[in-house]
C-alpha cells in the first residue's frame, strides 16, 4: 500500500491489541509522529501501563485524559433521563462513550497540531460510525485514519501473529480472542468465542459482576434517589455522579446484576452477538422508572415511550450530535422536571425489583386508587365513559364492518 501521508497523527488508544499493532502499523507506513491519546472513561487498573507501552510500541508520547465526570454526567445521566434502551435489552454502554471519545480525540489534534486522527474501529462495527460522525461534527475537513480499512490484517488472530512476529506482548490469544471494552457504565464483550450465539458465555469472563449463583444468599436493599430525573444519592447519601455510579456498580456486582447476551442490529446492516454487564446503570433505570411512574402524567409518559426507539437508535448509530438527538433531549428533560423521589430495590441472584418508591410531588393518589373511597370518584360515571369509547366499535359493527363470531 502506498504510505500514509502525514505529519503528525492524534491515535485513540485503548493499550489493546488492535491499538498496539496500530501504532506499530503506523510507523512502519508513515512518516508521521504519532501521538497516543486515551480517554479515561473509568477502565480502572487498564491504564497504568498505558504510558510505557504506548512509547514502547512507538508513540512519541501518551495522553491520558480524565473524562469520568464528563461522561457520567454528560452521557450517561442523559440517556437515562431518556430511559434510552436499543432494541429492548442494551443500555448503550459502548456507544455512550464514543462520541465523548471522539469528540476529545478531535479536540486533541487540533491541540496537538496533528492532520489526523486515528481509531482502531473496524470497517464492520458500529464504532467506525460513531467516531466519524463525531469527529466531522466539530471538525469538518478532519483527516481519519482507520487501518481496519486499509490494510491486508483480516481478523484478531492476523493481529495476534502480527504481534508475535515483532515481539509485542499482547493480553488476547488465539484460543481466546474476544474484544473487550469496558467504561464506568458498563463492560461489553464480543467477538471470537462469543461469535457461536448458541455458545454460553464464560463466566470468568465477566469483570464487573458476580455470578448470580455466587451471589450473596441474603437479599440486600438499596435505595437511590433523583432530581429531576437525575440520580443523586445512594441510600440517603448524597454522592456526585461518578461516586455514585461507582456505588451502584459495586452494590449491583455483588448481587450479579446487570449481565444480558443479545443479538443486535448493527447500523452497518449486520447482525451481531453482544454480551453485557452493566450493574450500576440497570440499577439506575429500573429507580428511574419507579419515580416516573408517581411524578410523570399519562400521556407524558406515553409519548415519551414512543420516542424512546428513535432515541435509543440515533445514540446506537452515532447521531448523539445530531439536532434530531438534541432536539429530542431538550424535549425529555423537559417532561423530567418533575421526576424527583426515592425507589427502593430489592437485589437478588442476578435479579432486581422494584419493592418501594416515594416522591413528594407524587401524582398517585391513594383516595382515588382505593377500592373502598366513593366520595371523590363516582363509579357510576365509568358507564358514559366505556359508553363513549364503544361508540365507534358499535357504529363499526353496524355498518358490517365488525369482527365476526366464530
Known sequence: ?????????????????????????????SDAEVVAWTADIGQ????????????????????????????????????????????????????LARPLIGKNLAKTALAEGADAICHGATGKGNDQVRFELTAFAFVPNVKIIA????????????????????GVPVVATKEKPYSMDRNLFHCSYEGGILEDPWREPDDSMFMLSTSPEKAPDK??????????????????KK?????????LNTIGGRHGIGRVDVVENRFVGMKSRG??????????????????????????????????????RLVYNGFWYAPEREALQVMFDEMQKPVSGVARLKLYKGQATVVGRKADNSLYDPVLASFEAESVYNQADAEGFIRLNALRLR????????????
Open 1 to 29: 500500500m502506498e504510505r500514509i501521508n502525514a505529519k503528525k497523527i492524534v491515535v485513540a488508544y485503548s493499550g489493546g491489541l488492535d491499538t498496539t499493532v496500530i501504532i506499530h502499523w503506523l510507523k512502519q507506513h
Open 44 to 95: 480502572g487498573e487498564e491504564l497504568a501501563p498505558l504510558d510505557e507501552k504506548a512509547k514502547k510500541t512507538g508513540a512519541s508520547k501518551c495522553v491520558i485524559e480524565d473524562l469520568r465526570e464528563e461522561f457520567v454526567r454528560d452521557f450517561v445521566f442523559p440517556a437515562v433521563r431518556a430511559a434510552a434502551i436499543y432494541e429492548t435489552f442494551y443500555l448503550l454502554g459502548t456507544s
Open 147 to 166: 487501518p481496519w480499512r486499509m490494510w491486508d490484517m483480516k481478523g484478531r488472530k492476523d493481529l495476534i501473529e502480527y504481534c508475535e512476529k515483532l
Open 219 to 236: 437479599a440486600e436493599y438499596v435505595e437511590i434517589g433523583f432530581e429531576s430525573g437525575n440520580p443523586v444519592s445512594v441510600n440517603g
Open 239 to 247: 454522592l456526585g455522579p461518578v461516586a455514585l455510579l461507582t456505588e
Open 275 to 312: 454480551v453485557y454487564e452493566t450493574p450500576g446503570g440497570t440499577l439506575m433505570h429500573m429507580a428511574h422508572h419507579a419515580v416516573e411512574q408517581l411524578t410523570l402524567d399519562r400521556e407524558v409518559m406515553h409519548m415519551r415511550d414512543e420516542l424512546i426507539p428513535k432515541y435509543a
Open 395 to 406: 357504529v363499526r359493527n353496524k355498518a358490517g364492518l365488525g369482527p365476526k363470531m366464530s
